[in-house]
């Protein structure tokens, strides 16, 4: 089972940028789905973006698309979420999970991002 560690959280403006970094042990991380998913106070997590383990291939959440990138460097057991032009509700604790099959492997402990208005 792969373990995860998120980096990168903080606070900025609205309209700044922010690159989320979720580093993974275990020696089969290219062949899990890596996501990022977030939950914002008194809400449920939601989805925010994946890509696949072989080809990258990428998919996004419709909130996010055009504005956040994901991307995954599996000789260094890394998938990234680079956030640009931050707006308020993307305010949230981002978290990194693994899926190897239908369900989530493991999940990260979290990263705070925080945007003002």
């Known amino acids: 089972q792969v373990q995860l560690a998120e980096s990168g959280g903080g606070s900025v403006q609205a309209g700044g940028s922010l690159r989320l970094t979720c580093a993974a042990s275990?020696?089969?991380?290219?062949?899990?789905?890596m996501s990022w998913f977030r939950q914002a106070p008194g809400k449920e997590r939601e989805f925010v973006a994946r890509?696949?383990?072989?080809?990258?291939?990428?998919y996004y959440a419709d909130s996010v698309k055009g504005r956040f990138t994901i991307s995954r460097d599996n000789t260094k057991n890394t998938v990234y979420l680079q956030m640009n032009n931050l707006k308020p509700e993307d305010t949230a604790v981002y978290y990194c999970?693994?899926?190897?099959?239908?369900?989530?492997?493991?999940w990260g402990q979290g990263t705070q991002v925080t945007v003002s208005s």
């Open positions: 275990g020696r089969t991380f290219s062949m899990y789905y």
């Open positions: 890509i696949s383990g072989s080809d990258e291939t990428t």
């Open positions: 999970g693994a899926r190897s099959g239908a369900k989530y492997d493991s």
